[in-house]
């Protein structure tokens, strides 16, 4: 489906110079002088490129649908991750820099979503939020009670978090994946 330069936010995977990209942020400028443009971040979902590209209101691009497929994560095998196809049971080897810094919060078992291109996987997305122990969380300072003092602990997965004084060693909280931050403690 072909959309005006203008038209592109962000999220949206674009077809540009015979590559697939996706759309991270977009800025929209009317110079005094001459036409409006959108200044376009994107990354290039098979090979990790960034570019930064202007485009004007008569540029069309190609927008590309993406097909998503739910598997489950098996297990790590040195780089790479296994997933399994949750309807034909097939399993699939993907590298694990495709998750980039969100393949620390895997588990076994867990339920993500692959988004396809031509039946090839580009993406993988996790759930927003995941539960975690917390394995070492530091001190409370005496006198720090302020509702917006944070403090550091180390989780289960080797990710470091900032969470409320009053969360110690042993506590199971939600995280989220994207944002690396405390959301709550497990009810």
């Avoid at 962000?10 to 942020?25: D, F, H, L, S």
């Avoid at 930064?52 to 993406?66: A, G, I």
């Avoid at 409370?140 to 003092?149: E, H």
């Amino acid at each position: 489906m072909k959309i005006s330069g203008v038209d592109i936010r962000p999220g949206n995977i674009i077809e540009y110079e015979k590559g697939i990209w996706k759309v991270a942020k977009t800025q929209h400028t009317q110079p005094g002088k001459g036409g409006a443009f959108m200044q376009v971040e994107m990354k290039n979902l098979i090979d990790g490129r960034k570019t930064n590209v202007r485009f004007r209101s008569q540029d069309t691009v190609e927008r590309v649908r993406l097909d998503t497929k739910d598997f489950q994560f098996l297990y790590a095998d040195g780089d790479a991750l296994v997933f399994m196809d949750q309807e034909n049971y097939e399993q699939i080897n993907l590298p694990s820099d495709l998750l980039g810094d969100a393949a620390a919060f895997l588990q076994d078992g867990m339920q993500v979503t692959l988004e396809l291109y031509d039946e090839r996987p580009i993406s993988v997305a996790l759930p927003d939020q995941v539960e975690a122990t917390i394995v070492e969380a530091d001190a409370v300072v005496k006198g720090q009670t302020a509702s917006s003092s944070f403090k550091p602990a180390l989780l289960d997965n080797g990710v470091r978090v900032m969470v409320p004084p009053h969360i110690e060693s042993g506590t199971r909280i939600v995280v989220d994946v994207y944002e690396r931050s405390y959301v709550g403690k497990v009810s």
